[in-house]
């Protein structure tokens, strides 16, 4: 590898040709804050927060996109810089609200602690701000543009998700970022993945806060209330109380959840095992009988979403199947309704999902199976640190418990359906038992697991081969259809999930800022510590846990049969108000 020897802050080093004097300064141990620079997606020289000085240049240069040549001597905090930044933050906060007293993001802002590091909370540049209104028409996401800094890395976020549905309005004083012609967020086509959330450096962007209804429910006598968690909340709760990414807090969430007051804890993880019973089936019955191939999933309702707005023409493609968030609560409103003698109007399903398109998904048409929805809550990882937090939970204090059975045992396979290809995964350790039927030895499908965004790999089952593709991150996903429809690719199946990396990056997973997320591996850390789970399993195959043969005995009978499909399938719309 080429190399580029300089000097940073007196110091020689020696770094790839080709890095960007950020980059440089980090192989060296410095860090040089950023605001709106996002490796790869945003790398746009803004903010000017990055500024250092460069000995030679008539001016200083934005760290984030200077490149770095041979026998350059770069300063990083000299007096000119820490004023340049100063003034920089003070300008940012004379168009700012400052209300960090109250804001979701406070302790976790990149602004609010850049502030703190530079000694600026009043600003010399006090006068008008820019007008603006809280856009808060959409299920699953608030605007407050007094909060925004105009990075742009919403905007980039939404483009890489291949929607583009927020940009830079008008210009100079009253620059803002919005939908075209200012529309509301609920009247564009926002498939509500929630990735411009996680990109947000302040509190411009914010889920949905539901927490308050959560806590009314559960201080209401009259109401069953009933949670349950999915497969990724484990590996990244943590982080909201200082955890390294990637542990698995399970049982400090298991106890949390029960110490919050929730009648019943249960595990998403049920549901993804049924998931695959309905999925696998109807993977089988589709080879089969001549059904419409590639099968493509659809656990992921930002994928769903993006799918009946953009590509319509894929929706008999899209697997029947519920996702596991709605499968769970149909058969807590159900099955286990009736076991209990509950009427199911009395019950409160809460869910813990990695994303804020779930929040949407609780809304959809035909997600009733009782006559009452589904799921009536959908909150975010976010969401429940806060109400641990609220309810004086000490997190890291708390010994590790259980889910309470049936709807809270689950199998490796399930837990893996948090990351890019644990659902494909999980659904070969199933179909291919039952192509083959017999109990097959192979239970690792390590072609399609790792955070590229497209995987492909090819599994002779049963004398065939299966043709599988595995892609998340909705740019891949563009492109993937595209070969499809052009006949470039054929699949037998092919697993979508909405955000890149799968639910272990969803728009609803804790924030980690750009300072880590620029040079941490952070998806395969999450990723990983699923992996692990799901090694540590002893059932390891959706169709061998025992808890959901009891539910097909009493309730469902077989996967595919009436019940199961009044219950667990559903149907999509080309979709044409948002
Ligand atoms: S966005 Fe950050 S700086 Fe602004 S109010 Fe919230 S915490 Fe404070
Ligand atoms: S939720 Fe997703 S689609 Fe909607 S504006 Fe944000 S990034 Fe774009
Ligand atoms: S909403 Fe957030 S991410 Fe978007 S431009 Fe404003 S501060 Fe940046």
Redesign the pocket.
Known sequence: MDMVNLKINGMDISVPKGSTILEAARYAGIEIPTLCYMREINEIGACRICVVEVKGARSLVAACVYPVNEGMEVFTNTPTVRNSRKMTLELILSNHDKKCLSCVRSGNCELQKLCKEYGVDESRYDGAMTPSEIDDSAL??VRNNKKCILCRR?VA??RE?Y?G??GANARGFDTNIGCAFEKK?ADVP????????VECPTGALTEKDQIDEVFAAIADPTKHVVVHTAPSVRVTLGECFGMPIGSNVEGKMAAALRRLGFDKVFDTDFGADLTIMEEANEFVERVKNGGVLPMITSCSP?WVKFAETFYPDFIPNLSTCKSPQQMQGATIKTWYAKKNGIDPKDIVCVSIMPC?AKKFEVKRDNQSAAGVPDVDIALTTRELARMIDRAGIKFDLLPDEKFDPILGESTGAAVIFGTSGGVMEAALRTAADWLENKDLENVDYQEIRGMAGVKEATYHVAGMDVKVAVCSGLTNVAKLLDAVRAGEKTYHFIEVMCCPGGCING?GQPIQPASVRNFVDVKGLRSKALYAADKDMPVRKSHQNPAIKVVYDEFFGKPGSHVAHEVLHTAYVKREKY
């Open positions: 699953h996401l919403c976020a939404c998700q929607v549905v927020i967020l926002c498939i509500s993945c929630g990735q411009c959330i930002g804020t728009g």
